[in-house]
């Protein structure tokens, strides 16, 4: 079982810059592929970013992509989602999730692959 709690939500302006934090507790946190997903209202939930269990790998939703960065610190046992330039578009819901089975580009991605959740972090952003 990995339990995962994010923080560092809130409301910002257009351009502004929000910092994700989920930290990650139960066994095998180092052994898990982690990703970020968002949900607006109404909206399906989408894939964000993920990052693989030895950070050397990561992916991006095109619609994120030079502006966000996914990191990790297993000693700390959190991953980061860094988030710069953010647009009113971005305004989601935001859920860090935990995987131990994607590694390959192609699974990264993909919610049926991440077996843990956490309860999500809310961004707004103003125009």
């Known amino acids: 079982q990995v339990h995962l709690v994010e923080s560092g939500g809130g409301l910002v302006q257009a351009g502004g810059s929000l910092r994700l934090s989920c930290v990650a507790s139960?066994?095998?946190?180092?052994?898990?592929?982690m990703g970020w997903f968002r949900q607006a209202p109404g909206q399906e939930r989408e894939f964000v970013a993920a990052?693989?269990?030895?950070?050397?790998?990561?992916k991006y939703a095109d619609s994120v992509k030079g502006r966000f960065t996914i990191s990790r610190d297993n000693a700390e046992n959190t991953v980061y989602l860094h988030m710069r330039r953010l647009k009113p578009e971005d305004t989601a819901g935001f859920y860090c999730?935990?995987?131990?089975?994607?590694?390959?580009?192609?699974?990264?991605?993909?919610?049926?692959?991440?077996?843990?959740w956490g309860q999500g972090t809310q961004v707004t952003v103003s125009p």
């Open positions: 999730a935990a995987s131990p089975t994607a590694y390959n580009d192609y699974d990264l991605s993909r919610r049926s692959q991440y077996n843990y």
């Open positions: 990052i693989t269990w030895n950070g050397v790998g990561t």
């Open positions: 139960g066994r095998s946190f180092n052994r898990h592929t």
